[in-house]
């Protein structure tokens, strides 16, 4: 059977089951009413990530020199440009379809297949888009937060666009490698993205469940809203920042190709 098709029918077995806990947890917060689950579904991954994943992370970390990681975590963002196209694309965002597009070409080419993030040296700031983010910016509301087994931070509608996602865009999917390339792959991608968090854990104060909780809400609003606060945001018109109209970024002095502010630091 393809392990694809394995790998998927799991994923939405595991969304069934947290529709089935969820509904037998107590409501403790607004934003957080199945805390009793995520809580006890954050213990199981920390210990899981404390056996497994964080060691072989600190062992990559510590014998694999810097500038090969930067290679490996350039290759695998170059390889989630295709998601960010088809999400700026699904937004009505010229300006981020066009910087994906290129950033892919550039880089796939000029970066050695991505080894090498040669776009954003040219002002190529990479727009990170999710289908979770394109629901978002429709309005589809977020959701009660929730904790995935093994995947950790989302809400409701988080989980359903990262079924979108991985559905149609699987980045490892997208060089069509046998089986074994594949497992390969996706495992070293897991690996580098857990050694690039080892260094924010020193910012974790406090009860780490409500911590890291707070700072993925609240780094997935702004990821919606680009950036902008709310009242900003609301009071953009309807055509701001859509095909062919003056308020579009192409050629302007707040021109998003050159601007870093946006980028978000999370951990």
Request: no cysteine; charged share 25%.
């Amino acid at each position: 059977m393809d392990t694809h098709l394995i790998s998927r029918s799991r994923l939405l077995f595991v969304a069934i089951l947290l529709s089935f806990f969820a509904s037998l947890s107590v409501a403790e917060t607004p934003d957080d009413p199945w805390e009793g689950y995520n809580r006890a579904m954050f213990n199981f991954n920390s210990s899981v990530d404390s056996a497994l994943l964080k060691p072989i992370a600190k062992g990559y970390d510590k014998i694999v020199p810097n500038p090969v990681q930067k290679g490996v975590s350039n290759f695998f963002s170059n390889l989630g440009e295709i998601s960010n196209l088809t999400n700026n694309l699904l937004q009505g965002k010229p300006d981020g379809v066009a910087t994906s597009f290129f950033r892919f070409v550039i880089n796939s080419t000029a970066g050695w297949g991505g080894l090498f993030d040669v776009a954003t040296e040219l002002g190529l700031v990479e727009k990170e888009e999710d289908f979770g983010q394109t629901l978002g910016y429709w309005g589809v509301g977020a959701g009660p937060y929730v904790i995935l087994p093994f995947l950790g931070s989302s809400t409701v509608r988080d989980t359903g666009g990262l079924a979108v996602d991985y559905a149609n865009y699987d980045p490892v999917e997208i060089l069509a490698l046998g089986n074994k390339e594949e497992l390969g792959l996706t495992v070293l991608e897991i690996i580098d993205l857990r050694a690039s968090f080892l260094s924010a854990e020193s910012l974790i104060f406090g009860d780490r469940y409500t911590f890291i909780r707070d700072v993925y809400l609240q780094t997935r609003d702004r990821a919606i809203r680009d950036g902008k606060d709310k009242a900003s945001k609301k009071n953009e018109t309807s055509d701001d920042s859509r095909w062919g109209e003056e308020t579009d970024s192409w050629g302007e002095e707040t021109d998003s190709w050159g601007d870093i502010d946006e980028e978000l630091n999370t951990i």
